[in-house]
């Protein structure tokens, strides 16, 4: 019968000499972190202008609202309170959507930022990687030639 050969010396050696380093992955999580801060600020940040642009329109259209809403003297003055209630909102509309434009426009170019120098950042970190690793296999594979 045939006996199993046991590898663990083999493996154990093998592994030993292809080191991993965990600071490479210690740092990707900290820039995925710092990455999502970033991300995080930039959303918290659009999100509280929406909502200052939102309160300042409603109390806006509660104002004229209330205006509107007053006793009138003659029939016609509710009319005419009427259209220029649904002429102010139109022209509030207008400002308060360009408003929202604005913040989705920041929102756009400050993720395209982060992206461009994520993905730069990205690049340098791989690259230098690379290097390292190449030049480790290198040298192991050097040593492993030489002690045959």
Do not use: H, R
Not at 74 to 98: C, G, H, I, L, R
Not at 105 to 128: H, I, N, P, W
């Amino acid at each position: 019968m045939t006996n199993a050969t046991d590898f663990t010396a083999t493996l154990k050696e093998m592994m030993g000499a292809f080191p991993v380093d965990t600071k490479a992955f210690d740092g990707a999580f900290k820039n995925q972190a710092e990455l999502g801060e970033k991300f995080s600020n930039v959303a918290v940040e659009a999100a509280e202008k929406s909502a200052t642009i939102s309160g300042k329109w409603a109390t806006d259209t509660l104002a004229k609202l209330t205006d509107m809403s007053k006793a009138k003297a003659e029939p016609a003055d509710y009319a005419k309170a009427m259209t220029d209630f649904a002429s102010a909102q139109a022209e509030v509309a207008a400002e308060n959507m360009a408003a929202f434009a604005e913040v989705a426009k920041k929102v756009q170019m400050e993720t395209v930022e982060l992206m461009m120098a994520a993905g730069k950042e990205a690049s340098e970190e791989a690259q230098t990687a690379v290097k390292k690793a190449t030049d480790e296999v290198t040298k192991a594979a050097k040593k492993a030639t030489a002690a045959k």
